[in-house]
């Protein structure tokens, strides 16, 4: 039996759209369009397996090798940092990341500044750089509420549309790097899989120039 090529991607809307531009480039697996709950689908003509994962659990399976290449948030990539080649920006799951504060927060520089986040690391850096004293309060969700409720001073987090920071009375004060979906691959992998690899970041790439 030859070796298939484990393909990654991120559950929900950003990962439909994924694999239309896979299944677009070439690389398609009917089967992942039936309408179930299954995570695992082949192809078997091609040697492709698609599998479905939590999206910021795609950078594990692609670091750890069980999966060759997947596609996962730069936001994630930037928390993570994992050890994976990143081939492509695909251009889709724009988004920016940033530091927003209650529309009324004066920020004092003398004092400490309580940032709550998601990204705890991605927050660390951006205030280490600029030499601000700061205190991460790591949290898992629903980030807009710490400085609503007195947690924290600011949040650092995903801002799309704006809705959410609009509708909690939050503004962004500085944007921290923008963010969007990437190609990863696992680098032993692509040392045996590089060819069929690259047809597949040929073929999306394509796709990327006319976004
Ligand atoms: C993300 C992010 C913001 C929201 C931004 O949350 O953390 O809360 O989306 O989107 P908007 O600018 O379009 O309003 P997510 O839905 O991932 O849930 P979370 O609360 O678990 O972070």
């Not at 439909?16 to 299944?23: G, I, S, T």
């Amino acid at each position: 039996m030859r070796s298939m090529l484990n393909v990654a991607l991120p559950k929900g809307r950003l990962g439909e759209k994924v694999y239309a531009m896979f299944e677009k480039a070439g690389f398609p697996c009917p089967s992942i369009l039936e309408n179930n709950r299954k995570l695992i689908f082949e192809n078997e003509e091609l040697g492709l397996r698609f599998f479905w994962a939590k999206p910021s659990d795609v950078p594990i399976y692609v670091e750890r090798g069980v999966a060759d290449i997947g596609v996962a948030g730069k936001d994630i990539l930037l928390e993570y940092a994992p050890d994976v080649y990143e081939l492509l920006d695909l251009g889709i799951g724009k988004c920016r990341m940033a530091v927003a504060a209650p529309e009324d927060f004066r920020d004092d520089p003398a004092r400490t500044l309580r940032v709550a986040t998601k990204f705890s690391r991605i927050a660390r850096n951006y205030y280490e750089a600029m030499g601000r004293e700061i205190d991460i309060i790591h949290l898992t969700g629903s980030i807009e509420i710490a400085p609503i409720i007195g947690l924290s001073d600011v949040i650092v987090d995903i801002v799309e549309t704006g809705t959410t920071l609009r509708e909690n009375h939050l503004e962004v004060r500085a944007e921290v790097v923008p963010i969007s979906a990437r190609l990863i691959a696992n680098k032993a992998g692509y040392k045996f899989k590089g060819d069929l690899v690259d047809r597949i970041t040929a073929g999306i790439a394509a796709q990327v120039n006319g976004n």
